[in-house]
């Protein structure tokens, strides 16, 4: 039996092009929501989770921080996608005969200067695939959908106009994960450690924590903050950091960071994609 990767969406969402671009060999599983996704790997039934983290438009996805920690799955690898938005129509559909586009408010909103100039009117739909899939099953050739050209081969609709979107940069970052981690280093790239923590209720305590990795030349890509347990006084952090823990300057600066933290966990070590910007 084909092993599979499991998505959160609709076949043909970005996250289901994620998966065919990184994992090609593996069988792609659509699932509700996140926690959906997760539970299919924690219960065997699929091999790796993909989950949208950042977009760069955008920012981060919504409640993605809060349920890494306790995923109780481990970080193996990211991949960078493009985000590359079509308008998808009925077969045969003149782009001129489209009055309607439906999709995610988050791909209507990156398209405005395309569907302002063609005076199409937004419709917000779930997500992107599924909004392709009402278009197709409506039939009706004024409406269209924006979504990615997989969903558009998935539902049998047309591209009546290319990577319409208003930012030509438009990517969104995805972390690969497994229920065992994989600390091994492998691949080309240079290797990126994930982590949370909590700082020590003292005077300057995330200032400080910082500088072991200012002093011992490891760069930080990332560092975020979010309230946990619904508490305006207890904050977590989430870091990227470029190295492996093994590194000797990496080991320093967690070292000098174990000691300023209450709280601190590893969530995956892995190669940096050869897409990363």
């Known amino acids: ?102 999709s995610h408010t988050m791909l209507l909103g990156q398209c405005r200067e395309f569907l302002t100039a063609h005076g199409i009117h937004r419709i917000t739909g779930a997500d992107t695939a599924g909004s392709a899939r009402t278009v197709a099953e409506a039939g009706d050739p004024t409406q269209a959908a924006l979504a990615s050209e997989l969903a558009g081969e998935i539902y049998g609709l047309e591209i009546a106009a290319r990577n319409i979107e208003d930012h030509d940069k438009n990517t969104t970052r995805f972390l690969v994960m497994s229920r065992t981690p994989d600390h091994s280093r492998r691949g080309g790239a240079k290797m990126l450690t994930s982590f949370v923590f909590r700082v020590r209720n003292i005077p300057a305590a995330l200032y400080k924590a910082m500088g072991g990795f200012a002093t011992n030349g490891v760069n930080m890509t990332k560092l975020e903050s979010y309230m946990v347990d619904g508490s305006f006084s207890a904050t977590q952090f989430y870091a990227d950091i470029e190295g492996h823990p093994e590194d000797r300057n990496v080991q320093l600066a967690l070292e000098e960071l174990a000691y300023f933290t209450s709280e601190m966990k590893v969530l995956g070590v892995y190669p940096s994609d050869p897409n990363r910007p």
Not at 48 to 77: C, F, K, Q, W
């Open 1 to 102: 039996m084909k092993q599979k990767i499991a998505f959160q969406g609709e076949p043909g969402a970005y996250s289901h092009q994620a998966c065919r671009q990184t994992h090609p060999d593996l069988e792609a599983t659509a699932c509700r929501t996140f926690e959906d996704v997760i539970e299919e790997v924690r219960s065997g039934r699929a091999e790796l989770a993909m989950l949208p983290v950042e977009n760069s438009t955008y920012g981060r996805v919504a409640d993605i921080h809060h349920l890494l920690p306790e995923s109780g799955l481990h970080i193996v690898g990211e991949a960078f996608v493009r985000v590359n938005i079509n308008l998808l129509v009925l077969p045969g559909t003149a782009l001129a005969a489209v009055k309607t586009a439906m």
